[in-house]
Structures are given as C-alpha cells and as structure tokens.
C-alpha cells in the first residue's frame, strides 16, 4: 500500500490543491479541474457523502486536519476505497493555515505477512516474538481508529516504515508508547492520532553507534 495522491487545503479561503496523482485518481488530467469542495463532494459515494460534508463543515469551522475513512466515485464510475490521513499545514511563521495529507486506496483483500513470517537474519528468536507482538499491538489501534482491516492496518504501518526509513518494529512501538498523548475527546481523536501517525519516525530513538 502506498499514498495514491497529496492534498493541500487552505482554511482563509477554502481552497484545494490536488497532486497530478489525486486529480488521475478521480479521472481528470492534471490541471484540467480546479478542485473545491462542490467537486470533491460530488463524487463521493452518496452514503458517505454526508459523513464528508459535516466533517469538512466541522474543519471549516475548527480549523483542524481532514481525515476520513470514505468511498469516492471517479469520472468513470468506479469506486475507490480510501483512508486520508492529514496534519496541519502551515506558513512561514510556523502558523496553522490549512490542512495537508494524503489518499491512501484501500483494495488489497489478500494477506501478505512476508514481513512477519521473515523476520530479520540478525534478530534472535525472542527480539522477534517480541517485535511481532508489538506490530500486532499497533496494528490494533490503526484498525480501531481507522475502521480498517488487520492487513490494512500492517500496510499502513509498513507505508509509514518504508516512507520515513524506519523499522517498522520501532515505528510500532513509538507509536504505542505516545497514545497517551492523544486526548480522549471523541471529535479529536482521529485528528491527534492522525498528527501522531505521520511524527512519530521524527521521536524513534536512534540506535548506538555500531548497533542497529
């Protein structure tokens, strides 16, 4: 799994930029639509397309990130499956001005456990077991806030590993130890947890010089 295109969306004047990815997933030509809000909400699939509406109109209103778990129909008709996963977007003075993220499609149905039925040749029995409870530990918490599948949940994790160069084992375990940090108000959990998903590689501890 890995991001099938990038938004940017300003707050002041509520305005979209799609990449030339995004804009190809919904079916345009780069540069050939000027994404807005009508559009974006015009194709979505009509019974998440409420679900959007509120929370684009709750963004609006708080200024925070967009994210959503949603279906949306291209210029073809056909549907796409997708977790958007956003965080602050700001200016040059370090002020909050819109939202950034990305679209990450949904349609693997198969398992593929490659990365966990092969651990690494320098690890030890035990640091595996070890690691592997972890990973399915963090990819609980994916599944949970996200409404994804186990396997969903293990690509969201490995596109965050490989995006940011991280072990995937130590990506899942900073993760789990900072959830205290997310707040438990329901309106904004998604968005902490959205920011926390998309930071944590910045506070993974670095190894000891010589060991890795």
């Not at 990038?6 to 780069?30: I, K, N, V």
Request: aromatic share 8%; charged share 25%; net charge negative.
């Amino acid at each position: 799994m890995h991001p099938v295109g990038t938004f940017r969306f300003w707050y002041a004047d509520q305005r979209w930029e799609w990449s030339d990815e995004l804009a190809r997933l919904h079916g345009y030509r780069p540069g050939q639509v000027v994404p807005t809000t009508e559009l974006l909400l015009s194709h979505k699939h009509p019974d998440d397309r409420a679900q959007v509406a509120d929370t684009i109109a709750h963004v609006i209103e708080a200024r925070e990130p967009f994210s959503s778990r949603h279906r949306f129909l291209d210029t073809a008709g056909a549907v796409h499956d997708v977790l958007v996963v956003a965080d602050h977007l700001f200016d040059d003075d370090g002020g909050v001005v819109g939202a950034t993220g990305d679209y990450i499609e949904l349609m693997r149905t198969q398992p593929d456990r490659a990365e966990l039925d092969h651990p690494e040749l320098d690890e030890s029995q035990a640091q595996w077991v070890s690691s592997r409870a972890v990973i399915e530990q963090a990819k609980g918490v994916l599944m949970r806030v996200y409404r994804i599948s186990a396997d969903q949940a293990f690509d969201v994790l490995r596109w965050r590993s490989q995006e940011t160069n991280t072990k995937l084992r130590d990506l899942a375990a900073q993760l789990l130890a900072e959830l205290d940090t997310v707040p438990a108000a329901p309106v904004s959990i998604q968005t902490r947890f959205d920011h926390l998903l998309l930071t944590v590689h910045e506070r993974v501890p670095k190894p000891a010089a010589g060991l890795d």
